[in-house]
């Protein structure tokens, strides 16, 4: 039963897929809506029911599929496998359902573009991807949804793909992407080679932890993992390629770039936790690029007037709290974050998609203002996930999974080599400066888009099939959040006592005041917003930061420089340089002047030896010429070649 | 009913590889490339046949399965160039003409 359902959890998005891609255009827009709701909305009932199968089952139960063997040779074996177990019941209902409500949302947004079988197509597409990164039980497995998922977000990025700037964003995430994606065949190879061929996660693990792999095998393979979950979820120095993939439709933005793909990473090392929990340097580094990605986004999120990205910048932000929580061994909090993060940022991107449209796409939002008045009910979605992101306490799911961070980084120790160490507080005093900022910066935007006095014009309403995923959402981000609570507060621990059932909860008791300070920063965050951006005072209002040191941060410009510098201009070089075909310059030009010179000490002597310098000049050019006859673009010439090298090699297997 | 050995398979597949590959080279019309293409690879899917039927093992004939899609998509593709060109205004099939990339 369980294994049928396994797959028929990933076949029904697949489905879809194909059902939206064939359909061309005769299925109307409303028929592929459906299509691709009932896809995926159906992988949402399967995950449900596999989930309470799970869950009654014992309590270190496992469901397993081998739907085939992959390949299988001497020294390594794969096979397309897949494993439910906890963590990843917890991301397919994540990827599923918040997928869902964004598929419903979707079904209205696109409705009137006539690429909507083609989008549909992509993200259903996306969403079997997704499911195959989350269940695959061998890392290879998991390979392949990793790069199916850098393919779709490509195509969906690209999606409007008649201006240029936005498939140049989408060849820039894929290209980024692609950067990660050799590192982690690098990490692959390294722990295949050490395992004795097999990748399986489970005989990975147990071979690390019996030491089959040096000290510095773990750290490298750790380290190469953990470039290719930087790049696929956008962290220094990989970031730039988040915020132009803006240009995508706005459910794209929120389904990739909220809930599913760029958690990848995060959800990729929680699952080889145990690996890098050997990896001491890696996990420090995990931890500090993390927290100063946290702060970058941050700091970068405050100066930008773009709403989406704004919220790009800000997922940033967050997934570096993730990392964080990775680097400092709380990977139960980083899942848990992951789980929040994807409500309430679904759930900003899908209002702030709302308002864009009934604002005459305007995303400027010093354009936009006083919103207050004529959306009351986005606004009220709006500031609800806009609290869950700067986790205001108590009342939003937000403010548990930071607080199970913060008190996650405190205690945190790393002894490297040589005497360093790095220990928690600095980190902790870093994640707390960025829960103020990010209350600063999405409450400017609140401030600036909804009170004050109004901007442009709006029209329409927001159909009922776009605010009920709207409703759902805000329901998830605000009460989503009990089932882990801190310490202090009431200990309701379902969240950690679901993921690890028989590890004894430990009561580290950590100073009551790490709760209150975590509690009371986001608070000053938005009364300074408040205080600067609020009705009361429009001071900073007209300052949208056109200073000098504000500019490059809005752009980001200065990464993309360095990129420019350092990898494009090198490669245009060469690329210049193979044009000009240099070598056969420099043939043709050899025989030349050799040509000219005999021609001249010879001129005289127009004997024998004369004669045989100017021969000999000539078989040089032509000798440079030759390699130009084999590619001279005629396919039977090639065809030719093929065949007489073919004949050659059967020529000297047959003699030798 | 006579029973051909797999030494008899072999050699009737090099001679069928033989003429694919004559008529690829001989050939200028792209379509009896094409043709000729699938000549050769129906060759090499007759000799996973025959080493199917020889070692006694349905890999042989699954292969001639995938070689039988593979040969289909190629021919489907091919045919497709060849309508692009035409429709771009290249009224000729000659593959020899050809030889210049144009963006």
Redesign the interface.
């Known amino acids: 039963m369980a294994p049928f359902l396994i797959s028929l959890l990933i076949l029904c998005p697949l489905a879809a897929s194909l059902l939206a891609f064939m359909s061309a255009r005769r299925m109307g827009a409303r028929g592929i809506g459906l299509v691709a709701c009932t896809g995926v909305g159906s992988s949402a009932v399967v995950s449900i029911i596999l989930s309470v199968m799970l869950l009654s089952g014992p309590v270190t139960g496992v469901l397993q599929v081998t739907l085939w063997p992959w390949m299988h040779m001497p020294g390594f074996s794969a096979d397309i496998a897949f494993m439910l177990d906890r963590v990843s019941m917890i991301m397919i209902l994540i990827v599923t359902v918040v997928g869902l409500l964004i598929h419903i949302y979707a079904a209205r947004y696109m409705r009137d573009d006539p690429g909507i079988a083609r989008f549909f197509g992509c993200m259903t597409l996306f969403v079997a991807f997704m499911l195959v990164v989350v269940l695959a039980s061998d890392l290879l497995c998991l390979f392949i949804g990793w790069e199916g998922v850098g393919l779709c977000s490509y195509l969906l990025i690209g999606f409007w793909y008649d201006d240029a700037a936005n498939t140049a964003a989408a060849r820039k995430a894929f290209y980024m992407t692609r950067m990660g994606d050799v590192a982690l065949l690098c990490g692959l190879l390294l722990l295949a080679t050490a395992t004795g061929g097999s990748l399986r996660i489970g005989t990975v693990l147990v071979a690390v932890a019996n030491g089959q792999l040096a000290p510095s095998g773990v750290n490298m393979a750790a380290l190469f993992i953990l470039v290719a979950a930087l790049a696929k979820s956008a962290q220094i120095p990989f970031q730039t390629w988040l915020p132009d993939a803006m240009a995508g439709p706005t459910p794209t933005s929120a389904l990739i770039h909220a809930a599913t793909m760029v958690t990848a990473g995060i959800y990729l090392i929680a699952r080889l936790h145990d690996l890098f929990a050997m990896a001491v340097p890696v996990m420090a580094l995990t931890a500090v690029l993390g927290a100063l990605t946290l702060l970058m986004g941050a700091c970068t999120a405050l100066v930008q007037s773009d709403l989406k990205r704004i919220l790009a910048w800000s997922t940033i932000s967050q997934l570096g709290y993730m990392f964080l929580a990775l680097g400092c061994g709380a990977w139960q909090a980083a899942l848990f974050h992951l789980m929040t993060h994807a409500f309430f940022k679904a759930l900003l991107f899908l209002t702030a998609g709302a308002i864009i449209m009934r604002a005459h796409h305007e995303q400027d939002i010093f354009r936009l203002g006083g919103l207050r008045h004529t959306m009351p009910g986005l606004t009220t979605a709006f500031v609800a996930g806009a609290s869950s992101l700067a986790g205001l306490p108590l009342v939003t799911a937000g403010f548990y999974s930071k607080e199970m961070i913060l008190s996650g980084v405190w205690p945190a120790h790393f002894n490297l080599t040589h005497g360093w160490t790095l220990s928690g507080p600095p980190l902790w005093g870093m994640a707390l400066l960025g829960a103020f900022l990010t209350a600063l910066y999405i409450f400017r935007c609140v401030f600036i888009v909804f009170c004050g006095k109004a901007g442009t014009g709006t029209a329409g309403r927001t159909s009922r099939l776009m605010s009920i995923p709207l409703g759902c959402l805000c329901v998830l981000s605000l009460c989503g959040g009990v089932i882990e609570m801190p310490d202090t507060l009431p200990s309701l621990h379902l969240l950690r006592a679901l993921l690890d059932p028989t590890a004894v909860l430990s009561h580290a008791h950590q100073p009551g005041w790490l709760v209150l300070a975590g509690a009371g920063v986001p608070l000053a965050g938005l009364g300074v917003a408040w205080v600067l951006w609020g009705r009361s005072s429009p001071v900073m209002r007209e300052i949208p930061g056109q200073a000098p040191v504000i500019r490059p941060g809005r752009t980001g410009r200065g990464m993309d420089a360095l990129y420019h510098y350092v990898f494009v201009q090198p490669f245009c070089l060469l690329a210049w340089l193979t044009r000009l075909d240099i070598l056969n310059h420099a043939v043709t030009g050899t025989g030349l002047l050799i040509q000219a010179a005999s021609a001249r000490m010879f001129r005289v002597r127009a004997d024998f030896l004369g004669m045989l310098a100017i021969q000999a000049t000539r078989l040089i050019r032509w000798a440079g010429h030759l390699p130009g006859l084999l590619h001279n673009g005629r396919v039977r010439w090639y065809a030719a070649w093929i065949a007489g090298g073919l004949c050659a090699g059967l020529a000297m297997a047959v003699l030798s | 009913m006579p029973v051909f050995s797999f030494n008899d398979t072999l050699l009737l597949a090099t001679a069928l590889f033989s003429v694919g590959?004559a008529g690829?080279?001989v050939r200028?019309n792209m379509v009896f490339?094409l043709m000729s293409l699938d000549i050769m690879l129906n060759a090499t899917a007759l000799v996973f046949v025959g080493a199917g039927a020889r070692w006694h093992d349905a890999t042989g004939q699954v292969m001639f399965v995938l070689i039988l899609a593979l040969a289909a998509v190629e021919t489907a593709v091919g045919l497709a160039i060849i309508v692009c060109l035409h429709g771009r205004g290249r009224p000729t099939l000659d593959?020899?003409t050809?030889?210049?990339?144009e963006g």
């Open positions: 590959l690829v080279l200028r490339m593959a020899d050809g030889n210049l990339m």
